[in-house]
């Protein structure tokens, strides 16, 4: 998914899809590529001193441990991967085979997949103008709606976006009311607060990845984080083919293998010690966008709610083409002709052919209902927002954009 600008581009060698920044000023920009600290090597040596290469050994522990710290005293499981978690936590709440499951629809397609390979089925709820994420008001008309009809759901599955917390505030008393698990999606939201809490505490069950796009990675992996440590304990059950404690292999149920590496945990250890400034260098790099590009009429970045500390993981905005004079197709155009690497808003799930079918709920309903998500999908564009990019590489994105902005206006003012 990186690698499509450079695919594209036939100056650009292949070998390296992520290029040292500094190298070349002329080098492609990606959206967020992994960030080193230069102190992963010392724990995977130590994996390779120890020969704890096989999964599980004591990188994981400390790593589960070390998380669960910065999530204040919860407990970990790590996984291979975010989806794996997702997959995971599901299992953990009882979803299967005929139950109904909610989930934002403004996502990527790995928060709704694991519902379906559960044998569940997804209804979509719309996003919020207010944060982009899960809408409240949608929500609890899902609730009565499917309630009523006798089909209540399993599970509520809430995503935060782009590095923001969804409105827990607002959702977790909706949820409570109905009585309905929360599985909050935190993988794009690690180091993120609401309401001053740290973002992926407010599900029963939460899921984190650490995929190389991440805002820290361990090339690839995830993490389940759950209240209750009976909950943790059956995941790391779960995730080791549910095996029995018996001298042989013993199995009363189907489980997976979703363990973390101890090698890839080791990135984790070293990663994570550098979180506050990753959050702290992405939201800079936001505050740089916004200050160069907030004013240009029909530019509106994602916005931040009082009782939100976002990441900036991504810096998202929407193009307005009525008053911006262009579209967000013309701007991503002219970043990928100068290797710059941008990208479309998620495509919503309930637009997805794969979810063709499902139920959906969008934010109003009254009238002709406003579809958020779809706007936010139609007219949104990430920025490449990556902690390792420099101030020059930045300046060559913003002067792009401004560049098409300027053209638009200026071809407005002659019409
Ligand atoms: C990245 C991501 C996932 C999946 O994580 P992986 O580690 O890639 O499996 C799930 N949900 C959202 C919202 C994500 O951005």
């Not at 009311?177 to 999606?185: H, Q």
């Not at 936001?286 to 900036?312: K, V």
């Amino acid at each position: 998914m990186l690698l499509s600008v450079a695919s594209r581009d036939t100056h650009f060698t292949p070998m390296c899809p992520f290029p040292p920044d500094s190298v070349n000023d002329n080098a492609p920009i990606l959206l967020s590529p992994p960030h080193m600290t230069g102190d992963e090597k010392l724990f995977i040596d130590e994996a390779f001193a120890t020969n704890w290469i096989a999964p599980l050994g004591p990188n994981v522990d400390a790593f589960e441990r070390e998380f669960g710290e910065v999530l204040g005293a919860m407990p970990c499981c790590a996984t291979a991967s975010g989806t794996a978690a997702i997959h995971l936590g599901l299992a953990l709440l009882g979803v299967g085979s005929g139950d109904v499951v909610l989930c934002s629809s403004f996502t990527f397609v790995a928060s709704a997949n694991p519902i379906r390979l559960l044998g569940a089925e997804p209804v979509f709820i719309d996003s919020e103008p207010e944060s982009w994420n899960m809408s409240p008001s949608a929500l609890r008309r899902a609730l009565e709606v499917l309630t009523a009809a006798g089909r209540k759901p399993k599970a509520v599955l809430v995503v935060n976006l782009y590095g923001q917390s969804a409105d827990f505030g607002s959702i977790r008393p909706i949820c409570e009311e109905w009585d309905v698990p929360i599985l909050e999606d935190a993988a794009e939201s690690l180091g993120a607060t609401c309401l001053g809490h740290p973002s992926g505490t407010f599900g029963d069950i939460s899921a984190f990845s650490f995929n190389g796009n991440k805002i820290i990675t361990t090339s690839g992996g995830g993490m389940l984080s759950a209240h209750h440590a009976a909950r943790v304990t059956r995941a790391r059950f779960l995730a080791t083919q549910a095996r029995e404690p018996a001298p042989h292999y013993e199995h009363r149920e189907a489980g997976f293998n979703y363990r973390m590496s101890n090698v890839l945990a080791g990135i984790g250890r070293a990663q994570l010690r550098a979180l506050g400034s990753r959050v702290a260098t992405r939201r800079e790099i936001f505050t740089r966008y916004h200050d160069a590009l907030g004013a240009i009429p029909g530019i509106h970045f994602m916005p931040e709610p009082a009782w939100s500390h976002s990441t900036r993981w991504l810096t998202a905005l929407t193009v307005d083409p009525k008053k911006a004079g262009t579209t967000r197709d013309v701007l991503l155009q002219a970043l990928a002709a100068r290797k710059i690497e941008a990208r479309p808003t998620w495509k919503p799930m309930h637009l997805q052919p794969l979810f063709a079918g499902c139920g959906y709920f969008a934010h109003e309903s009254a009238g002709c209902s406003r579809d958020t998500s779809a706007r936010l999908f139609q007219d949104g564009i990430c920025l490449p927002s990556g902690s390792s990019m420099t101030v020059t590489q930045q300046q060559r994105v913003m002067d792009v954009i401004a560049g098409v902005m300027q053209q638009a206006t200026t071809c407005r003012g002659a019409s």
